[in-house]
């Protein structure tokens, strides 16, 4: 069974930045990619950036520029560094691990809040 652990949400001004954490544990022995989400109040959930097992990036456009993902495969951990905050990304930010449409797995979320 794989478990994710987040951390590294809290308050920021805006303008400010925060690299988020997800490691995960349990054995993986198929290529999978990772992913943050997040969904704010009232809102459905969306993707903010996902990484592939070989390195392939995609950002939400209302991130691009302003945040990088980023994998480190040894350590089975993705970060997600927030650049030049602004309230509208304040949510609750998931990481996903995906192999397959099966095996998906979701951390516990944390929670990101952009305020003066």
């Known amino acids: 069974q794989v478990q994710l652990v987040e951390s590294g949400g809290g308050l920021v001004q805006p303008g400010g930045s925060l690299r988020l954490s997800c490691a995960a544990s349990?054995?993986?022995?198929?290529?999978?990619?990772m992913g943050w989400y997040r969904q704010a109040p009232g809102k459905q959930r969306e993707l903010v950036a996902r990484i592939t097992s070989v390195g392939s990036i995609n950002y939400a456009d209302s991130v691009k520029g302003r945040f990088t993902i980023s994998r480190d495969n040894a350590k089975k951990t993705v970060y997600l560094q927030m650049n030049s905050l602004k309230p509208e990304d304040t949510a609750v930010y998931y990481c996903n691990l995906r192999i397959t449409a099966t095996f998906d797995y979701w951390g516990q979320g944390t929670q990101v809040t952009v305020s003066s």
């Open positions: 349990g054995t993986i022995s198929r290529p999978y990619a």
